[in-house]
């Protein structure tokens, strides 16, 4: 496809009572979406989890989800004052969502992943354009392995893949497993790559994807603390320039129902972006949310002509003429003892395993490292 609109939604992470409620307030999105003509929507971090708020049952689970509705804009006196009282039930017999959850995945795996699946499979179909939903905890089609887990559903609600988060947040519950590589999905809109929270922070997620065919990476957040929002704003920044691709990153925004209430909420500007070369002001970006605690939708054209062609034109050859000679036995002999930057600047055997020339440009113990120091882009409103 040779152009094609793209479609970022930030929105709030919310705890439906039932698959209605939870439907309106997705798809009023997905419509606005649909005016501007989309081809391909994304859904952020934590999106799934709300598909899992309707089939929870329980006593906690109920007054959790009645608490939730006070935290809404739109919530009425009467259902303020009983979402109080119901949040202070829930604080007195101790109900927590995370627990709830935890204990339907183990015991209910198939009943969570049928109503995240047909959620955002009917939401593609009805409205004719591939969505990225946002991440649930789930087993893993692949091979049923509990992971924090994005799926991606075709313009007839087909699955066209998933991709679970392969670099887990140090918060992540035990029994959820890392996916063991990046790996680019085909859609009828191209190739797309998506990188979960901590996997926008390395250079190797975006190349391994590119190396896939990938022609947009697709990043999801939720990010409670600022360097943690601006993080994953640069990384996705910065894998959309190494590999001269599209890319988009949507924010879930505001209160965290999954976590105790003193928890930060979440902030974030969602934003959909370009190689500098193809951007204004050469910043990468393209549209941005103007605010990083409401919901709405941005909308920018793709045009994968334009894309070819800058990469046969452009006078730095990023993807053409990469310095393999020199990069390729360094980083393999690094990478093949599997070690970190900070593990491999301490170890002797390390240093001693590089080729001659990369050993002499790493410093030893004995030698520590230099170190240096150092317009309002338009939205476009949910309503």
């Known amino acids: 496809m040779d152009e094609l609109v793209a479609a970022v939604v930030q929105l709030r992470i919310r705890l439906p009572q039932d698959r209605e409620e939870l439907e309106q307030h997705l798809v009023r999105f997905v419509r606005l979406a649909q005016t501007k003509r989309a081809r391909v929507l994304v859904f952020p971090q934590f999106t799934g989890l709300m ?34 009282l119901a949040s202070g039930a829930a604080g007195v017999v101790g109900a927590d969502f995370g627990r709830a959850l935890e204990g339907t995945l183990l015991q209910q795996p198939d009943l969570l992943w049928e109503s995240y699946a047909s959620l955002f499979s009917d939401l593609a179909r009805y409205h004719g354009m ?3 939903a946002g991440t649930a905890y789930l087993q893993d089609p692949s091979d049923r392995t509990m992971r924090h887990l994005a799926a991606v559903f075709g313009p007839d609600g087909s699955l066209l893949g998933s991709q679970a988060a392969v670099a887990l947040a140090h918060d992540e519950h035990p029994m959820i497993e890392a996916a063991p590589t990046w790996q ?17 922070y390395y250079p190797e997620a975006g190349r391994i994807l590119a190396y896939g065919g990938a022609e947009m990476l697709i990043g999801l957040g939720a990010a409670a603390e600022p360097v943690q929002y601006h993080r994953q704003r640069l990384g996705l920044l910065a894998r959309t320039e190494d590999n001269q691709v599209y890319g988009a990153l949507s924010f879930a925004v505001g ?4 976590t105790s209430g003193d928890e930060e909420p979440y902030a974030g500007r969602s934003l959909i972006a370009a190689p500098a070369s193809m951007t204004p002001r050469y910043s990468g970006v393209m549209v941005e949310m103007g605010a990083d605690s409401a919901e709405g939708l941005i909308t920018a054209d793709w045009s994968f002509r334009a894309l070819h062609e800058q990469w046969e034109k452009d006078r730095a ?63 476009e409103q949910a309503s």
Do not use: C
Not at 62 to 76: F, V
Not at 184 to 200: C, F, K, W
């Open 130 to 132: 591939v969505v990225v």
């Open 255 to 258: 209160y965290n129902p999954f």
């Open 51 to 84: 598909a899992a708020a309707p089939v929870i049952k329980g006593r906690g689970a109920g007054l959790l989800k009645q608490a939730d509705r006070a935290r809404r804009t739109n919530a009425s006196f009467w259902t303020r004052a009983q979402a109080k």
């Open 317 to 379: 050859p990023l993807r053409s003429a990469m310095p393999l000679e020199h990069t390729g036995p360094t980083l393999a002999a690094i990478y093949g003892r599997r070690l970190a930057l900070g593990p491999a600047l301490q170890s002797d055997a390390a240093l001693a395993a590089l080729p001659a020339p990369a050993a002499a440009a790493i410093p030893s113990e004995s030698e520590p490292a230099a170190h240096t120091s150092g317009e309002e882009i338009g939205e």
């Open 184 to 200: 680019a999905i085909q859609t009828p809109v191209g190739r797309l790559g998506v990188l979960i929270s901590n996997d926008m």
